[in-house]
């Protein structure tokens, strides 16, 4: 499954994890994605949505 939302393309990051003494390891930081049913143009298609669109109504969901 792709871990891209296809509504606003949010995807995975890449970052630091930093601990307290200052050491440092790479790390990934990714995006709720679900994958779900909505409407578009009056059909249901499956579709990968990050959490944050399906909360802020960017996608009817059917």
């Known amino acids: 499954m792709s871990k891209v939302c296809e509504i606003c393309g949010k995807h995975a990051v890449a970052g630091r994890s930093v601990s307290h003494s200052h050491r ?3 790390r990934k930081f990714k995006p709720n994605i679900q994958r779900v049913t909505v409407v ?4 249901k298609r499956k579709m990968n949505v990050c959490s ?4 802020s ?3 009817a969901r059917s």
């Open 52 to 55: 944050t669109c399906l909360k």
């Open 40 to 43: 578009v143009d009056g059909k």
């Open 24 to 26: 440092t390891v790479n």
């Open 57 to 59: 109504g960017k996608v």
